[in-house]
């Protein structure tokens, strides 16, 4: 497609509910990024694809997050027991390389109840 | 591990007046700097990046930036706000090599006066 899109958009999930959050990237792009952007903060990393290997999770916050892209394309994260905490903008942003600067989707706002 | 530091979280400048917003990085080797540009409920905009020789970056929308290695700086400019350039602007450095990871400063919030 012409842009990285999210589904859904918003999302409103009780205290203990699992949810999944969907990116398809731009297609032919390699690289997959997750980030989490709190009120007021600037996004802060959670995940890296190159096509279908996670070759960086450390920024997952807990063993609740997991992440996927089984076919090198659409990435979907899962959150397990959501807690308050974890009230958030979600971003995908696609990439052919960092020296062309990421490609962000509008995100999916989080709010956990 | 790389990082930037935006100073100032909220700045306000009137409208025809230049914007600067400044961006201090912190790396250990010559990285990629980038600025984005988030307008309120959407995801990030690439507004220019440094990556190669080129000090001076120009961007979209009348920005540029300039890389100054002896000041670890990559301040944002535009001659004259114009309203619709209110909206947060994100710094943020990559190292050259590696996977590419970004990482982003905390933000400074544009706030144009008519």
């Known amino acids: 497609g012409a842009g990285v899109s999210q589904s859904p958009r918003y999302k409103v999930a009780k205290r203990g509910q699992d949810v999944a959050l969907r990116c398809d990237p731009i297609?032919?792009?390699?690289?997959l990024f997750w980030y989490q952007q709190a009120l007021g903060q600037g996004p802060e990393f959670l995940t890296y694809?190159?096509?279908?290997?996670?070759?960086?999770k450390s920024g997952l916050p807990s063993d609740r997050f997991f992440a996927e892209r089984p076919e090198g394309s659409v990435s979907t994260l899962k959150i397990q027991r959501t807690q308050q905490e974890d009230s958030a903008v979600y971003l995908c942003?696609?990439?052919?390389?960092?020296?062309?600067?990421?490609?962000f989707g509008s995100g999916t706002r989080l709010t956990v109840v | 591990a790389q990082s930037v530091t935006q100073l100032g979280s909220h700045v306000s400048v009137s409208e025809g007046a230049l914007v600067l917003l400044r961006c201090n990085y912190s790396?250990?080797?010559?990285?990629?700097l980038f600025w984005y540009v988030q307008y309120p409920n959407q995801g990030l905009q690439l507004l220019l990046k440094?990556?190669?020789?080129?000090?001076l970056v120009k961007g979209i929308n009348g920005f540029e930036a300039e890389f100054k290695k002896s000041e670890t700086s990559f301040h944002l400019t535009k001659p004259s706000a114009h309203m619709s350039d209110a909206a947060e602007y994100f710094c943020?450095?990559?190292?050259?090599?590696?996977?590419?990871?970004?990482?982003f400063g905390t933000g400074t919030k544009l706030q144009v006066i008519p």
């Open positions: 942003a696609s990439s052919r390389g960092v020296a062309y600067g990421y490609t």
């Open positions: 297609s032919g792009h390699v690289s």
């Open positions: 694809f190159q096509n279908e290997a996670q070759l960086d």
């Open positions: 790396s250990s080797v010559p990285p990629y």
């Open positions: 440094y990556t190669s020789a080129a000090t």
């Open positions: 943020a450095v990559s190292d050259r090599g590696g996977y590419q990871k970004v990482t």
